[in-house]
C-alpha cells in the first residue's frame, strides 16, 4: 500500500523512496551508501582526527593566506568567511581520506569501528603485559 502523499509525488521519488525502504544488508543502494558515509564519518575518531587537521593545517593556510590582512587589522565579514573556509577544507579532506580508507579495509576483510579496534587492541596489550 501506497502511504498517504506519496501518490502525489512524481514516480521517481516514490521509487527512490520505496528502494531505501527496502534496504537490504547487501544491498548498495545510494541511500546505503551514503548511510554507511554518515556514519563513518561521524564516528568520533574521525572527527577528532579531522579537527586536529583541520586546527593544525588550518592554522599554516590562514597565517599564510591571511596572515598580512590579520596583521593589518583588514578583517572584515568577507575575510572571516574565507578564514572560515580554510578551517573547513583540511576538516573536509581528512574526513573524506579517513571514510574512504575505513570503508576500503573494510571491503578487504571485517573491520569493526576504530573504537572497536582500539578497545580489543588495549585490552589485547594490557592482558599480555600483566
Known amino acids: 500500500m501506497t502511504p498517504p502523499g506519496d501518490a502525489l509525488?512524481?514516480?521517481?521519488?516514490?521509487?527512490?523512496r520505496r528502494r531505501c525502504r527496502e534496504l537490504k544488508p547487501g544491498g548498495r543502494t545510494s541511500c546505503y551508501v551514503m548511510r554507511d558515509f554518515l556514519r563513518v564519518a561521524f564516528q568520533p575518531s574521525v572527527v577528532r582526527r579531522g579537527l586536529r587537521?583541520?586546527?593544525?593545517?588550518?592554522?599554516?593556510?590562514?597565517?599564510?593566506?591571511?596572515?598580512?590582512?590579520i596583521l593589518r587589522g583588514d578583517v572584515d565579514g568577507s575575510r572571516l568567511r574565507r578564514i572560515a573556509l580554510t578551517v573547513v577544507v583540511p576538516y573536509l579532506v581528512s574526513t573524506f581520506s579517513s571514510v574512504g580508507a575505513i570503508r576500503e579495509l573494510r571491503g578487504s576483510k571485517d573491520?569493526?569501528?576504530?573504537?572497536?579496534?582500539?578497545?580489543?587492541r588495549y585490552h589485547t596489550t594490557s592482558s599480555e603485559t600483566g
Request: glycine fraction near 6%; aromatic fraction near 2%; avoid cysteine.
Open 9 to 16: 509525488q512524481p514516480h521517481a521519488v516514490r521509487t527512490a
Open 53 to 69: 587537521y583541520a586546527m593544525v593545517v588550518g592554522s599554516v593556510l590562514i597565517s599564510i593566506n591571511h596572515g598580512d590582512a
Open 111 to 120: 573491520v569493526s569501528a576504530p573504537e572497536e579496534q582500539d578497545a580489543r
